[in-house]
């Protein structure tokens, strides 16, 4: 559902990205603190009000990320590859491979994000009562409450709550959140089957999706719904999350039974044999003359005295201006061959497909013997399911 995103950085080995639709909610998010910090307080100054909102925004997306890392490091722990983190529009989401091997890790991996949260708000909110030196019968009026605190404390417990708000409403048991995945561990458990499991755990997401939507186009006509109020743009914020929710509870479901369908299938079943290679020193406009031009394939596997040493892609390609087509050979913008991770004819298509996403490539060698008998790409992976779900059964 998401685009690679921007990476901004490396965290305990995992990459951290973002998506464009992170810059609209990060903008959301600061508008509406600095509209409610200069409500609160109106003596604070622009400069101050609309400097802790984004400090504080930006804080909380920290905090998104640490929810994100707990589901990601526990995951890494129990050996299953994380290719990054990705914020974006409703928050965040660890790019984790493949599921759990145990309805025990499932439900472990999918909590600790919730619990990181609810620790992470709850220490927050403590801390701003302990500076603010609140009482209990202080709480009475919050308005006033929240007109004496000073700066710091403010964004400590908005920080708090919202993290606390954060972690109660990742345990909804909406599946692909994790509240989903919990529900889904249970279930596991129970049917001891996985995929009966992931369906029972996707209806009860797709239900509360449309739920969501239906709520939140209650609240665009004026309904008051419990805990979410009412209004055109809560509404129709309530109706996007449960239109993301539906998307990815049956995108989630549907994956499953990809890999279902490609288990203890080969990669010789579905792979390209004896694909269009080139050599190191052919050229670049040889190559795009020979093979390019004349087959629909995008990648080229190089071969020195019939042993593979890289690979060319039309990516590789279109960096080289068309100026230096001439000069440049395929040597010099191929991936090597040590860099290059490879398959063989007997190996699993559904194990395979989980390389390709982990290495976010669009296809692999498949060698036997180290020489060369195919290409196995993600197009050749779609078109034997589609063959697939049109044959009789």
């Known amino acids: 559902m998401l685009g690679n995103g921007i990476r901004i950085g490396r965290v305990l080995g995992i990459d951290i990205r973002i998506d464009w639709s992170w810059l609209l909610i990060l903008l959301l998010v600061v508008w509406n603190l600095g509209t409610a910090f200069g409500e609160s307080h109106p003596d604070w100054g622009l400069a101050l009000t609309w400097s802790l909102a984004i400090i504080a925004a930006l804080l909380f997306f920290g905090s998104v990320l640490a929810h994100e890392l707990a589901h990601s490091v526990y995951a890494r722990s129990r050996g299953v590859p994380v290719r990054n983190i990705t914020l974006f529009l409703f928050g965040g989401v660890s790019n984790i491979q493949r599921d759990p091997d145990s309805p025990r890790d499932e439900f472990i991996m999918a909590f600790v994000g919730p619990l990181t949260s609810l620790v992470l708000g709850g220490l927050l909110i403590v801390v701003a009562g302990a500076i603010a030196g609140l009482q209990a019968s202080a709480t009475a009026d919050p308005a006033q409450v929240m007109a004496r605190l000073d700066p710091l404390t403010t964004m400590l417990l908005w920080l708090g709550s919202i993290n ?28 001891k089957n996985l995929h009966r499991a992931t369906r029972w755990a996707a209806w009860v997401g797709q239900g509360i999706a449309w739920l969501m939507i239906i709520g939140g186009i209650a609240m665009a006509f004026g309904v008051d719904i419990p805990f979410f109020g009412t209004g055109f743009l ?13 998307t990815a509870s049956v995108q989630s479901y549907q994956q499953l039974v990809v890999h279902d369908l490609l288990t203890g299938v080969t990669v010789e079943r579905m792979m390209r044999p004896n694909p269009p290679t080139t050599c190191p020193d052919c050229t670049v406009s040889s190559l795009v003359h020979d093979h390019v031009m004349g087959t629909d394939d995008h990648a080229f596997p190089v071969l020195d005295d019939g042993r593979l040493v890289g690979i060319v892609t039309l990516e590789d390609i279109r960096k080289v201006p068309r100026t230096a087509w001439d000069t440049t050979v395929a040597r010099a913008i191929m991936t090597p061959a040590e860099r290059l991770v490879t398959v ?13 996403s982990e290495r976010d490539v669009n296809q692999l060698p498949v060698l036997r013997g180290g020489d060369l008998v195919g290409l196995l790409r993600r197009r050749d992976v779609v078109r034997w399911l589609q063959f697939q779900s049109q044959s009789p059964r």
Do not use: Q
């Open 344 to 356: 063989s004819p007997a190996d699993d298509a559904a194990e395979t497909l989980d390389k390709l």
């Open 164 to 191: 606390v708000i954060l972690g109660i409403f990742n345990l909804i048991p909406g599946f692909p959140l994790d509240g989903g995945r919990v529900l889904r561990s249970i279930l596991w458990a129970v049917t």
């Open 234 to 246: 809560g509404g129709l914020w309530l109706v996007f999350i449960g239109w993301f929710l539906n």
